[in-house]
């Protein structure tokens, strides 16, 4: 095994270790499911040991990101924002995972950390014994003596992580059947707005990173970014933009009470599974309603965000049923997302393709949302590549006069932009295709040095 | 329309980049899980040019790593199947991209709603779905807030005669052994109706939506 697949072994692992974390707050003690993803986290651990000839495995948290041998892992760095919570409020700069290290120490670290009342474990002068009184003699922590010496991480990555946590904890009390953390989420989503106006790629660039979890979190972070940047191109106030963001954030909350046998099921779903899976909009508008302050717009798109305009879909209503506004702009938004997501199992599609797929359904979608998401988002969004007519390659770097008329700057090309299919730019030439993002990188290097 | 004259960064030197090695799995593992370029939200911003050249080679290294290395996809062959049926199912042809554009470029641009529009009337359906078909605690306030709903006229004068006329009939139309034994729906039909008489009485027509 080379480097590069044994660095993978370590991302897993830490995934592994937010997992445990995960279990022991959702499931019973001694669940099996639990047990054999504690096992082969353990496993992962020992082939990455076997496989790069060392004695251990080393965590270092620094600045709200996981690193291994001084290399950070974004995408474990996102979406384990739990697990690098509790650390930070430990204080632990670091683990070390030695050779021998049992699904059983898993366990119990991740009790530990879950434990509030064993956060003077963590304390440096109690930490050694602490740790070998609980039975981890083959892991060891190191801890900052001060509390707080981390500088706040006052970026993107705080910000995305900020938004998956709310996502993250709201799935999980409403699981448990907890009480949500609404405060939060309108923090995180003010934070989200705050970005919007200042730096906003940055909070995208993160929010397509892979979300394969428990939760599909990342499919909720950039179904709201999307929502919310096409509320704030209509022209909407800051109070209702913090609405359609919560609401969106919070759509897909009813998966909290779907099993994850049949959320993450590969291949055709069975009547039975099926029934189940369209349950969530309900349990979605079930478990907002039970909420304290839970604003009715939330309610509303978390029951009908699978509804069509004239009320096609599911669930099945016991009326027929009328999506407001709002569950008309996070639909748009919703199947948008799913169709130019990318997953191990299907291709992706390019934004255009999705939105000519979304037109061939077009009795499915408010027409008047799906224009304003194209003249916001469009079809050819700035910054993909695409393919003229003429052959040559290009990148999309503005909105044109028409959806399919992008400007754009050649490959190998004059630096200046120009209009496709615009007298005296680019005259006589059209977008032939978009490119999908594994094309680009071909076209990307080309473009640079062109 | 606001137009980029030129591009806002410097231009990046015609050598390729030097980090030739692919970079560590752990960015490896973060595949990007969405074929949004990531400056949809930043149209203007100054980082866009660099961002996205990063990000295009270490996308590029990361697929010939994983080629070299042999994916290791315990599901490969469950995933090619599915995958099989999901590129027909969104097969694109470019009659059809066509079309949207013709579409999108014919269509008026109409302004959507207001966002606050229908909540309130999707907040009544969804009250009356949830107090007939719900369960536990959310059942409970649903009906509460139902009940309250019934006997605030004016609430239901607000609501507009489509959505009472809607509400009043779909009541109507339930099976009676079904969810039309539910009493909070046959007091909120017998609101909506007397809702819609007194608006009708009343010199303030009621909107009609279009």
Known sequence: ?450 | MERPSRWSTPRPPATPRTRLVPPPDGFAAGEQASSLPTSTFGARDPEVERGLSEAAGDVLLRFLAREAAGQDDESATQSATSGRREDARNAVGQDELTALFEHLHAAPAEPPDDLSADLEAERAFVLADVAAAGDGLARQIASRELQAFSTDPLRLVDLGREVLVRLADGIDTLPPAGFGSCALLRVLRIAARRALAEATRSPAPLEVRE
């Not at chain 1, 897993?12 to 019973?28: H, S």
């Not at chain 1, 995972?97 to 530990?112: D, H, I, Q, W």
């Not at chain 1, 910054?383 to 700057?409: I, K, Q, W, Y």
């Open chain 1, 1 to 450: 095994m080379n480097h590069h697949a044994s660095h993978a072994d370590a991302a897993r692992f830490v995934r592994g270790l937010d997992e445990a974390l995960l279990d022991l707050e959702l499931l019973p003690p001694g669940d099996p499911e639990a047990e054999a993803r504690r096992d082969a986290t353990v496993a992962v651990l020992s082939r990455y040991i076997e496989a790069r000839g060392v004695l251990e495995l080393e965590l270092h948290f620094a600045a709200g990101l996981v690193k291994v041998d001084g290399e950070p892992l974004i995408e474990q760095s996102l979406r384990g924002s739990r697990l690098l919570g509790r650390l930070r409020a430990r204080n632990v700069r670091s683990l070390r995972f030695e050779r021998g290290t049992t699904a059983r120490e898993l366990r119990t670290l991740a009790e530990l950390l879950l434990d509030e009342r064993q956060v003077d474990a963590f304390s440096p002068a109690n930490l050694g014994a602490a740790f070998l009184r609980l039975g981890l003699t083959h892991v060891s922590a190191r801890c900052e003596r001060r509390p707080g010496v981390e500088s706040p991480r006052p970026d993107a990555v705080r910000g995305y992580q900020q938004l998956a946590a709310v996502v993250q904890d709201n799935h999980i009390a409403a699981a448990r059947g907890d009480e949500l953390e609404l405060a939060d989420t309108s923090g995180a989503v003010e934070g989200a707005m705050r970005w919007m106006a200042t730096r906003p790629s940055d909070l995208l660039a993160l929010a397509s990173y892979e979300d394969v979890d428990r939760f599909t979190v990342g499919h909720s972070v950039r179904v709201a970014l999307l929502a919310m940047l096409v509320a704030r191109s209509v022209g909407v106030d800051d109070e209702m933009l913090r609405l359609v963001g919560s609401a969106a954030l919070l759509h897909d909350i009813g998966k909290s009470k779907v099993p994850s046998s049949i959320l993450f099921k590969r291949g055709r779903l069975d009547d039975d599974e099926w029934r189940a899976m369209s349950e969530h909009t309900r349990h979605g508008a079930e478990i907002l309603l039970a909420q304290k302050g839970v604003h009715p717009s939330a309610v509303g798109v978390a029951f009908s965000h699978h509804l069509s305009p004239a009320g096609a879909g599911y669930p099945n209503a016991v009326l027929p049923f009328m999506p407001s506004s709002m569950s008309r702009l996070v639909r748009v938004c919703d199947v948008f997302e799913a169709l130019t997501a990318m997953r191990p199992y299907k291709p992706e599609l390019t934004p255009a393709e999705a939105l000519a797929i979304m037109h061939r359904n077009r009795a499915d979608f408010d027409q008047r949302w799906l224009h304003a998401f194209v003249a916001a988002i469009g079809a050819y969004p700035v910054g993909s590549f695409v393919e003229l007519t003429d052959g040559r390659f290009a990148m999309v770097v503005a909105h044109g006069p028409r959806a399919n008329r992008p400007v754009v700057r050649v490959v190998g090309g004059e630096l200046s932009d120009a209009v496709v299919g615009v007298p005296g730019e680019l005259e006589d030439v059209g977008v032939l295709r978009g490119l999908r993002r594994s094309e680009s990188v071909v076209a990307g290097p080309r473009l640079l040095v062109g």
